[in-house]
């Protein structure tokens, strides 16, 4: 009996680490840096800038007496319509977390706001596991063009590892936390 509870626990602990390791390390974007959500920022610059991942968090900072936040399908976007919004978010400072991949936008939904620039899309990546490598080869030695190679002066090829891309620091911390729990885990 104690170890089916201790199966049980264990399992049940294995699966908060793998979810808690995914949002724990994500980064948090505060919309239009210094300037915040208003009409006088270029998010389109701004988001190109910056990857997006499931379990990133995007925090708008306005002014609520004069601007919203308004989450919105990509033809409302394109439109700038808020008559029908997916999420409206009007307390001035607002933490959206990011859950699913893929297209999301966000306009102000005060009219004439949005024409005027005051939207934002993004494109949420999912989620990173770790550290993501891929093999580097070495530069290529061509052979002499009298002759060919002989197995003991063929050319040699090393691989190396590199970091992906899209790892940032924050994954990093994410993943040593998740190992690190895993580990203390596995103590039991």
Known sequence: MALIKNNVLFTS???LVALFGVTVGGTVHKVG???GWTMMGDYETWASSRTFQVGDTLVFAYNNNFHDVTEVT???????????????YTSGS???SLT???LQQFICGVPG???????????VLPASLGPVAAPVPRPVRSPSSSSSPSPA???QYQHQMAPSPLQSGASKSASRIGFSLLALILAF
């Open 94 to 96: 607002d933490s959206i």
């Open 113 to 123: 706001h949005c024409t005027s620039g005051q939207k934002l899309q993004i494109h």
């Open 153 to 155: 002066n063929a050319p």
């Open 13 to 15: 602990l294995l699966i």
């Open 100 to 102: 699913k991949p893929g």
């Open 33 to 35: 840096d210094s300037k």
């Open 74 to 88: 990509h033809n409302d976007f394109e439109k700038c319509e808020s008559s029908k919004p997916l999420m409206k």
